[in-house]
């Protein structure tokens, strides 16, 4: 190139690091040897919100090449930047030197015209004539102590010990103006990646939160444009469209959910079988608007055509455990609604309860009677008078889970979501079930540190759901594409109901639709 089309070449690479990977990068592929970083959507992805936040923490599916993507934007970083520091933290020694293996090859493919010139290169550091470099350092508990530096990367984070007082120590440097880019594959529950990971993806923290899906990948998934890569996997024998299959079938379903669905699982035997529990996280919706300062979240508003149902379990509010209710669609089972929270007082619960059933055409309540449930059940009947609070089969108010019961009602909750009779819209739902296991000595329970309020509530829910379809004057429909169908009436025509002296009785409505 002339040196006019070279400066203007160097200043795109300066001014766009995915222009800068995706047309001077080269890397290392499994199959097809050395070649270019041509990186594909969702990569370009990952790099613009890096450069859009200080503090990302990406969650990713086994082999999508972010680990390559924070090598190429590290090496980006000290060509073009003088005096930075950038400083990788990997899992251990072996794994520290791999990535900056890595980097070093990059840096050995570009052209002339792009390398400033190497200063120090050594098995953990590449110093560039721009003043900039990069250390690549085993974790450590004593590791936060020498991470200055104005970017930092933590590869692999969720299997990293001490990675939390390693945090520790590092934050104070970095938070004054440096850079932080968390990323790892998911390693079950309760560690620090998965706390600060949520805690982002709830506001609570500085950190940015990256989702990518592996069926965003191409090499996993057909994607229109990439026929020319299938053209040379079919080459080395490889069927794109079987390729989910393929993988799925050389690994347990727990293995495929944590290292491609990227779902945090419990250490135990999660208490609704794996594969159940892919599809309830598939079929979980963003699409909601909030209530009660984003304790509530709503899909649908209430149609006047349906009934619904709200199944709730009480707490004190004190920052333990969390008050919790669902509302379900009593004609299709979909969860139209969830309130979650560990702050909200038993008065301000039932106010809330009351207002969202009077909203939702005077909805089925049922309450959990327990000590702190009968408390609830009590606010809505006597101060609320609430209309239409359920009664058990001795027409006591709520629902009393003892222990003689508890795993008849868990076991018709395991059947609901296994045969899609109830819809979960909610990955908080969905996050409890992940981290609902079966004990050591067989319980069906929560895993340490960890809460069942959803589960339980939404175990309630079920139960109640048979019962009152059971005992309903119209026709209920559990596929879930029969959602726009209008409620029509039973062809089972007999409707049970209570007489004001308490007995069970019958009335026959044909006449309503002769």
């Known amino acids: ?114 390398k400033p010139g190497i200063i120090e290169d050594n098995k953990h550091t590449l110093k560039l004539k721009t003043n900039s470099i990069i250390k690549s350092r085993p974790s450590g508990k004593q590791s936060g102590r020498s991470l200055a530096g104005s970017l930092l990367i933590i590869d692999e984070a969720a299997f990293i010990e001490n990675i939390d007082t390693i945090w520790a120590a590092v934050y104070p440097i970095i938070s004054t103006g440096g850079r932080a880019f968390v990323l790892s594959t998911v390693n079950g529950i309760g560690n620090w990646y998965h706390e600060v990971y949520q805690k982002a993806l709830d506001g609570e923290n500085s950190f940015h939160p990256i989702d990518i899906r592996w069926q965003e990948h191409p090499e996993y998934n057909f994607t229109p444009g990439f026929e020319h890569l299938y053209e040379q996997m079919a080459e080395k024998d490889l069927d794109i469209h079987k390729w989910e299959e393929t993988t799925r079938a050389n690994m347990p379903t727990k293995q495929w959910l944590q290292e491609y669905e990227c779902s945090f699982l419990g250490t135990g035997d999660t208490f609704v079988e794996g594969e159940v529990l892919k599809n309830i996280s598939a079929q979980t919706s963003e699409e909601y608007y909030t209530k009660y300062n984003n304790r509530m979240r709503v899909w649908q508003d209430p149609e006047p055509h349906y009934s619904y149902l709200i199944s709730c379990d009480t707490s004190l509010g004190r920052d333990r455990d969390y008050s919790a ?21 038993i008065n301000d619960f039932a106010k809330i309860i009351f207002n969202e059933g009077m909203a939702y055409n005077v909805a089925t309540v049922v309450a959990e009677r327990n000590t702190i449930g009968n408390n609830l059940i009590d606010w809505l009947y006597n101060n609320y008078e609430y209309e239409n609070l359920w009664s058990d089969d ?25 045969t899609d009779a109830i819809k979960v819209n909610s990955t908080r739902t969905c996050d409890e079930l992940m981290t609902f296991i079966i004990s ?75």
């Open 1 to 114: 190139m002339e040196n006019q089309k070279l400066l203007q070449e160097f200043k795109k690479c300066a001014d766009d690091p995915s222009y800068f990977i995706s047309n001077y990068i080269k890397v290392t592929h499994p199959v097809r040897g050395l070649v270019p970083f041509k990186l594909y959507p969702f990569q370009e992805r990952i790099l613009g919100d890096l450069e859009e936040h200080r503090f990302n923490i990406l969650r990713k599916f086994r082999q999508a090449g972010c680990t390559t993507i924070a090598a190429g934007w590290s090496l980006w970083t000290i060509i073009f930047q003088k005096h930075k520091s950038v400083v990788i933290l990997s899992k251990g020694d072996a794994e520290s030197t791999e990535v900056l293996d890595r980097i070093k090859l990059m840096y050995d493919e570009l052209p002339e015209f792009l």
């Open 325 to 345: 209710f669902h509302v379900i669609n009593m004609y299709n089972g979909q969860q139209v609604a969830e309130f979650y929270s560990n702050k909200t007082s």
């Open 394 to 418: 001795r027409d006591e108010l709520g629902f009393q889970v003892t222990a003689k019961n508890r795993e008849s009602v868990l076991a018709e909750l395991e059947e609901a979501l296994r």
């Open 440 to 514: 050591e000595n067989g319980k069906a329970q929560a895993e340490k540190n960890h809460h069942d309020d959803l589960v339980m509530s939404l175990a309630i829910a079920v139960h109640v759901y048979k019962n009152l379809l059971d005992s309903t004057p119209m026709e209920f429909v559990t596929r879930l594409d029969k959602n726009e169908r209008m409620p029509l009436p039973s062809k089972m025509y007999k409707h049970r109901f209570k007489t004001p002296a308490g007995h069970i009785a019958e009335e026959d409505y044909r006449w309503l639709i002769k």
